[in-house]
């Protein structure tokens, strides 16, 4: 046999033995779950004291007790080293507690120099706040290793020049300061608007609806801010506030912004995905489809789902006890979906479910923004359940971001690893005033504060269930994305066993295998 025949012979024997191993080595229908990617971003504090002390200029007897030069040789993150910083914490720190927690200078609407100017000593309940203020009043504030986020309200006949508007309640601002950037797949992201007027104090900034609020992003210091307004994109009614009308007062309020606190902090680093865990044991009886597999025809304009098996969080399970189900409760069971009852499993994502919400991470933009999830019916062994009295719990550690009368609580949780919201809706509104779950409150891991139930503007306004989701800070503010996977992670730790994913298995091909002739002369 020559040479050449020799080589072509063992080529085609490799050949065959690599495509029988690609085949067996084939990786699991079942898709993996793995944890976001995150950007951490470094603070320029000298940046943050040079507008401190231009802020402090036009008042010389108020500037003379900052102190802007510290001890050296210490690490930029230590306090002694920044005493007009400390000074600043501990006047702000009145209004804004725990203010000097934040890693990011906190730019809020409180003009500090002009409340020294006109009250050396001042207090929460001081006549001047008002003034310093802009009109503005403080709803929630919160800081902590990733950054800071606050709430603030203003009244229809406040403002100043600011416009009449037709929606007459106090109109609720939020803004966000962040050193952790989550990077999500977003083809809407990084657009918008300049605005002029304010250019030559946010050269940055940029101006977009999105996600039914109007937001406006820049950079300073190196961090990343947010202010928004939740508004409709249409023409105003007296009871929602219109973006047109959202605006002014938005750039009213960027115009009130000063340096109002915060302290270096030991720099963050990026946080790479990684797989998340998941218990090792099979359920007995858990099973899924994987996200993105909506019921056939349910997405807005009967468009798909999108498939994310990202788990943002490792969080508890938010309802108390298992069973429970994540099922859609706004399409019937159907011949597509096996025609199952909510009280039963596989678990189906409706994250992309269509509705009129806003959702950047949905096809044409659309979605339901969250997930779905049904506690068990009461079954005849239960003596002591009642539908009523099903609880719902908290998700991890947080603080609670919820005016009186707001149907949705949403829990924020703010470490070094993680900038996250969490949105519970369809409890009674009422129940939760009654209970305090109001702005600021701070809830633990697990700690029960409510009940499933039905209520959507109104008791018995949809069925009993509790819709639940997840935003992530984003350089275009807090967005929506699919907590299917988290949740599926989450209720596995609950049970404690991993569920069987439905992806039907892929199609192995035949492989031809070759004869003990082949390839000889």
Not at 81 to 101: C, D, K, M
Not at 287 to 311: A, C, H
Request: glycine fraction near 8%; charge should be neutral.
């Amino acid at each position: 046999m020559s040479r050449v025949a020799v080589g072509r012979k063992y080529r085609r024997r490799i050949s065959g033995l690599l495509l029988v191993a690609a085949v067996t080595a084939a990786p699991a229908n079942a898709e993996e779950f793995g944890t976001p990617t995150l950007t951490a971003l470094r603070i320029d504090w000298r940046a943050a004291l040079d507008q401190l002390r231009a802020e402090l200029s036009p008042y010389p007897a108020v500037a003379a007790e900052f102190v802007f030069s510290g001890r050296h040789g210490l690490p930029t993150y230590d306090a002694r080293r920044i005493p007009a910083l400390v000074r600043l914490n501990a006047i702000t720190g009145r209004f804004f507690p725990r203010i000097e927690q934040s890693p990011v200078p906190a730019l809020l609407p409180f003009d500090a120099a002009a409340l020294l100017g006109a009250d050396p000593d001042p207090a929460v309940d001081s006549a001047a706040v008002p003034a310093v203020q802009g009109s503005f009043q403080t709803a929630m504030f919160d800081a902590g290793p990733a950054g800071y986020d606050a709430m603030f309200t203003l009244d229809a006949n406040a403002g100043g020049d600011l416009p009449p508007r037709v929606f007459t309640p106090p109109v609720e601002v939020q803004i966000t300061g962040s050193r952790l950037i989550y990077d999500i797949t977003d083809p809407l992201g990084g657009k918008g608007e300049a605005v002029k007027a304010l250019a030559a104090q946010y050269p940055d900034l940029r101006r977009f609806i999105r996600e039914g609020y109007v937001r406006y992003a820049f950079t300073r210091f190196g961090a990343a801010y947010v202010v928004s307004i939740q508004c409709l994109d249409s023409v105003p009614r007296a009871r929602r506030l219109a973006c047109r009308e959202a605006t002014p007062v938005a750039e009213h309020f960027l115009r009130t912004l000063h340096v109002a606190g915060g302290r270096p902090q030991r720099p963050l680093r990026d946080i790479p995905a990684t797989a998340a865990e998941r218990p090792l044991t099979q359920s007995d009886g858990f099973t899924y489809w994987p996200s993105g597999e909506i019921i056939p025809g349910s997405g807005f304009r009967k468009q798909d789902g999108r498939p994310d098996s990202t788990v943002y969080a490792q969080i508890r399970f938010p309802i108390e006890k298992a069973p429970a189900y994540a099922r859609s409760q706004s399409y019937s069971p159907r011949a597509e979906d096996g025609g199952a009852s909510p009280f039963s499993y596989p678990w189906r994502d409706n994250f992309c479910e269509s509705r009129s919400f806003g959702v950047g991470q949905c096809a044409l933009g659309y979605g339901h923004q969250g997930q779905d999830i049904r506690p068990c019916s009461c079954l005849p062994d239960q003596p002591d359940c009642d539908v009523k009295q099903q609880g719902v719990v908290a998700v991890r550690d947080g603080v609670v971001i919820r005016a009186a009368r707001q149907q949705a609580v949403t829990l924020q949780v703010n470490t070094e690893r993680e900038h996250i919201r969490f949105r519970y809706m369809h409890m009674n509104p009422n129940r939760l005033d009654e209970d305090g779950v109001l702005d600021g409150r701070r809830l633990a891991e697990g700690e029960r504060f409510g009940v499933v139930s039905n209520y959507l503007d109104f008791p018995n306004g949809t069925t009993r269930h509790l819709h639940f989701d997840v935003q992530v800070f984003t350089p275009d503010g807090w967005l929506w994305v699919n907590p299917y996977a988290t949740l599926v992670a989450s209720y596995e730790r609950l049970i404690g066993g991993r569920g069987r994913d439905l992806t039907p298995a892929p199609a192995t091909p035949a492989v031809a295998r070759a004869g003990p002739n082949d390839g000889m002369p």
